[in-house]
């Protein structure tokens, strides 16, 4: 029997334009636990665990509402890209960085967004556990 292509739904990547009112929203009147939230220049992202187990919530202003994405963990990146383009499956862009490991983002037939990443960084997540930046000045 064949493994399954993907090992776990890790992350759904929202939009949050306005990351203090998403924040507000998954961590407040949700009750979801705010894990931490980082900035990078002007891009912010924070991560909401709403449920004990499944994926973390990463709130990010930085993609434009509607782009949300469901973030798959993958053995091997290169080899999910070569199965999944043999069977039809298009990439969007070229691949990238995540702070976890090297990531791609496909389309399925019907133009759905996913994405997959190989988690080469194992210990990111608890590098950035409890961590909360604040705004600097040119943020306000």
Not at 50 to 61: C, I, K, S
Not at 123 to 136: K, L, M, T
């Amino acid at each position: 029997m064949r493994p399954p292509p993907f090992e776990s739904l890790d992350y759904l990547y929202l939009p949050a334009p306005e990351i203090e009112t998403a924040i507000s929203f998954y961590a407040d009147a949700l009750g979801g636990e705010l894990l931490w939230k980082i900035r990078d220049g002007r891009t912010w992202v924070a991560a909401v665990r709403l449920a004990e187990t499944g994926p973390v919530a990463l709130l990010a202003n930085h993609l434009p509402p509607g782009d949300g994405l469901l973030v798959y963990r993958v053995r091997s990146l290169a080899e999910i890209r070569t199965r999944l383009e043999d069977r039809g499956w298009s990439v969007e862009g070229e691949p990238f960085e995540l702070p976890q490991g090297p990531c791609l983002v496909f389309r399925d037939p019907a133009r759905q967004r996913f994405a997959v990443y190989e988690r080469v960084r194992p210990g990111v997540d608890d590098h950035f556990r409890g961590r909360f930046d604040e705004p600097d000045k040119s943020d306000r």
